[in-house]
């Protein structure tokens, strides 16, 4: 065998490959679940949705609606079943007795077309009582506020969320560390405030649909555009009482999650319907104007902060309190707030800690997951509360964080020691990159420039026990399928977990087929795509599977050679021995086997390698103090620093450049990470400057596009500038951590810096909308 | 409900439908004709992920009446390859990754087209007022923009 070909070839692990599902998607051939075709056989399914915020149901009447000419079925509380929901099953898929939030499911109707359908929604009769509702998550604290959830003993819950029945407190997290009280002494700067973040929405531009099929007597077959496949198979047999074999749920291309399409929302539904009329499929999908209420929205927040540094602008205490504002089921939400408990301080040292964090009911839509999993909300008011510490100290206010954020072996707010971090790279990169040292004068005479930064910090919040599962199988000529159970909902993990599948196999990145779509039936099993989870702990689960069929090749190839499989290699798609210089291509062996010598018989036969992962190492976190070894898996870090001008006769802020550094522990594929970056960047300006769902008496005021604008090509910066660091991972893949939800974290806590110092004046309330800041400049100049 | 028997060429290939007083171009092209790759974002004409080109002008195919486009030139994504070579846009859509999720792409795209057909060599902020309409929530536009520039340079290349 040549030199040559014994070279290493160029590893794919931190190359920018394009995008496998590059091609699909710009012909159109791409297939989202709309897409697929169900023929005449089709019915449709349309909600019949509680238009008060909180209601008790006396009676529902579906007689007018089933005589109405091409309807099928209706559907009402009484066909679902048991409770369902991910962390605490506080919901039914269809109300049964009682409505929480404009919205709420009341019944469906199944019809031979949508129009029918939507017809005979308006025919079915209910009867409420419409009970008094609660409408901010601080009256719900109250214990003299109306109760949501009289129930909440009796729901069953993952062991480490703590409701309090008798209020409206789907779980309550704290912290307890250090001396808080006597902290504040030695404090010579100490900054309290209050902030809000209100309800956004996710907006994918592909709205929620799953279409049911029940047949075989009772087996369910679902198409969703979902991110949790797995997940929503579990809960729905669950609630159903049938066998999680016995429903099999087929997820084509996601055009957009952000978590809204994580656990189950419309899917549930779909298949109620779809058991009233067995042998059609069902389909379901939400309008745009339910998009915006009717399947997540992001928790709301009020948050009170209060933090105290020394002389020397060393962090010494930290008190806060979150009340969550978690709608009317907080079934996914309640693991929000523990995770913005045990998140509290941010990435900082600090060592004395006191955080309560409540989950409260409400009579909002129901709050759920959302890119960053409550981290963007809390970091709005840490890091400006860090601005304000280190204003009143007249510190520097890179300084200040680079003097007091986290680094590996320091202990956190949990009192888990830190993994190696790049944080300050992240911060010292992210301020250079916008000449944080340099002012710069507005382009516009009269403009008010200006410069803000924010930190972050973020780990994937799930159970501790969220494992991943693959498998590789080698085909004819050596190409390979590769199974996986992970969504492709934008972010490139098909095309990442091809890198690593063939980074780990030793053949070409073009060898690689994923096999899609993910179909529970088939594909291995992934808890959901949630969490930044996937390149790190998918990918753990791809490596392995792929080591293992490399195993199984290499065994093969030395019991062939009579050589010691620890000569042998790899190398793109040839087995070789670097002892004896053999080499045989893989198409020669991996389904047929190697003949043995002289005729006498084969070995070997068709290599399917498996692998998983699951993280083994999390522990439990003490009730009463928040303390323990291991919170969570890791965190993934990181800065954003930007230069903006505010126009001040409109509010209008204008941003030239923001710079975006995270330390992704490795990037698989930079140009994607970098891709994830500037979206981020862009979901996190369009939250800051642009979004909130609003509420009247209950009733939402502007589920539209019209009056709910999200950012267009026009609301984007002149530039940004994204920034990789690499710090790696212990467990990770090639030492990879997420970084998909990461890049909208401190977007709009670093915007409101940036005002704040272009003005003087501070927006404690998101969104930071023109009129708001106008009028609060107005203000200021009166004072 | 009255009918209404149309006569339309999508993607240069003619077509006869007998449509509804009330079916969209988009309903005709997605659930009649099978060209699911114009896309369902809004179904009220704000979201820009069901654009075609109507003779030549890029539309809200849900806000236009499938009776409305009798007689008319339509070209959706599935068209803008030609004999398996794809456009300079969905090239460079790929070399640049102007895509993530993928539904805002065909829409995206189509409008592009149109743009390059009327100003092969627009500006950053051209490109920008040519896509406002279509909402994107994955890549924050950036490398979008940067597609179109690119198709547009390899465009002027090939015509040079």
Known sequence: ?783 | MSFHTINLKINDVAHTASVEGNLTLLELLRERIGLTGTKNGCFSGECGACTVLMNGEPVNSCMVLAAEADGARILTVEGLAENGRMDALQEAFIEETGTQCGFCTPGMLISARALLDRNPNPSEEEIKQALRGHLCRCTGYVRIIRAVQKAAALESRRAA
Request: proline content about 6%.
């Open chain 1, 1 to 783: 065998m040549s030199e040559k070909k014994i070279q290493n070839s160029e590893s794919l692990i931190g190359s920018s490959v394009p995008r496998l599902d590059g091609r699909e998607k710009v012909t159109g051939e791409a297939l989202f679940t709309d897409d697929f075709q169900f023929g005449p056989n089709l019915l449709h399914g349309r909600i019949v949705r509680c238009p008060h915020p909180h209601a008790r149901i006396l009676h529902i009447d579906t007689r007018k609606a089933l005589e109405l000419p091409g309807v099928r079925a209706v559907v009402t509380g009484e066909d679902s079943d048991d409770h369902i929901g991910l962390y605490l099953k506080d919901r039914f898929i269809f109300c049964k007795d009682r409505a929480r939030f404009v919205g709420d499911p009341v019944a469906g109707v199944v019809a031979v077309s949508e129009e029918i359908a939507a017809k005979a929604c308006e025919l079915v009769d209910v009867d409420y009582e419409v009970l008094e509702p609660v409408l901010d998550p601080v009256q719900g604290f109250d214990k003299n506020s109306p109760l949501l959830h009289p129930d909440l003993g009796e729901y069953v819950c993952a062991s480490y969320i703590d409701p309090e029945p008798g209020t409206n407190v789907a779980n309550y997290f704290r912290v307890r560390k250090g001396d808080i009280e006597s902290a504040w002494d030695k404090c010579s700067a100490v900054v309290e405030r209050s902030f809000r973040v209100p309800h956004v929405q996710h907006v994918p531009i592909e709205p929620h649909i799953a279409v049911a099929k029940v047949a075989d007597g009772g087996k369910i077959t679902l198409w969703s555009s979902s991110q949790s496949p797995f997940a929503q198979r579990n809960l729905i047999a669950e609630a159903l009482g049938v066998s999680q074999s016995d429903i099999r749920v087929i997820a084509p291309y996601v055009g957009g999650g952000f978590g809204s399409k994580a656990g189950v929302s419309v899917e549930g539904m779909a298949v109620v319907m779809a058991r009233k009329v067995s042998g059609f499929p069902v389909k379901l999908r939400l309008t745009r104007e339910e998009e915006f209420t009717c399947s997540f929205v992001r928790q709301g927040l009020v948050a009170r902060t209060k933090v105290g540094a020394d002389k020397a602008g060393n962090l010494l205490a930290m008190k806060t309190e979150y009340y969550w504002d978690a709608g009317a089921y907080a079934e996914y939400g309640v693991n929000i707030t523990r995770a913005s408990g045990y998140s509290s301080t941010g990435p900082y040292r600090i060592p004395n800690v006191w955080a309560d964090s409540y989950c409260v009911y409400t009579n909002h839509p129901v709050g759920g997951p959302m890119r960053g999993f409550g981290m963007p909300e809390i970091h709005w008011g840490i890091e400006q509360i860090m601005d304000l510490v280190a204003e009143e100290l007249g510190m520097d206010k890179v300084e200040f964080r680079l003097k007091n954020c986290l680094q590996g072996g320091d202990r956190n707010v949990t009192g888990m020691v830190m993994h190696p971090i790049g944080l300050s790279e992240c911060i010292s990169k992210a301020a250079e990159a916008i000449d944080w040292d340099k002012e710069a004068a507005p382009t516009v005479p009269g403009r008010k420039r200006g410069k803000g930064l924010a930190i972050m910090w973020k780990a994937p919040a799930m159970p501790p026990n969220a494992g991943s599962s693959a498998w590789v199988r080698l085909n004819e000529d050596a190409t390979v399928s590769l199974g996986l159970g992970g969504q492709e909902i934008g972010q490139g993990t098909f095309t990442v977990a091809a890198q690593m599948a063939a980074e780990a196999l030793g053949v070409p990145f073009g060898w690689i087929r994923i096999s899609t779509p993910v179909d529970t039936r088939y594909s291995p099993y992934e808890w959901q795509t949630v969490a930044s989870r996937l390149t790190w702990s998918m990918g753990n689960a791809i490596a392995a599977a792929a080591k293992n069929a490399r195993t199984q090749i290499l065994d093969l190839a030395a019991e062939h050679w009579d050589e010691n499989p620890d000569d042998l290699d790899i190398r793109n798609g040839e087995v070789i021995s670097y002892r004896s210089e053999q080499s045989m291509p893989l198409k020669d062996m991996v389904v047929y086997g190697l003949p043995v010598p002289d005729g006498e018989g084969w070995h070997g036969g068709p290599i399917i390698g498996h692998g998983n992962f699951m993280p083994t190492y999390v522990t439990d976190l003490d009730n009463e103090t928040g303390q323990g070894t291991r919170a969570v898996v890791h965190y993934t870090t990181g800065c954003q620093a930007v230069d903006l001008e505010v126009d001040p006769t409109t509010g209008q802020v204008v941003i030239h450049k923001i710079s975006s550094a995270f330390d992704v522990g490795k990037a698989i594929n930079p140009e994607q990470v970098r891709a994830q970056m500037e979206g981020g960047v862009v979901q996190g300006i369009s939250t800051a400057l642009l979004e909130s769902l609003q509420f009247r008496d209950g009733q939402p005021v502007n589920p539209g596009f019209v009056d709910y604008r999200i950012a267009t090509s026009v609301d984007i910066p002149t530039e940004i500038i994204p920034i990789i660091v690499e710090v790696p991972q212990d467990d990770g893949p090639w030492g990879a951590r997420g970084i998909g939800e990461h890049p909208m974290v401190p977007t709009a806590p670093a915007i409101a810096n940036a005002v704040a110092a272009a003005t003087g004046v501070r927006i404690l309330e998101l969104p930071l909308t023109a009129e708001k800041l106008y009028l609060k400049m107005e203000e200021a100049e009166k004072d």
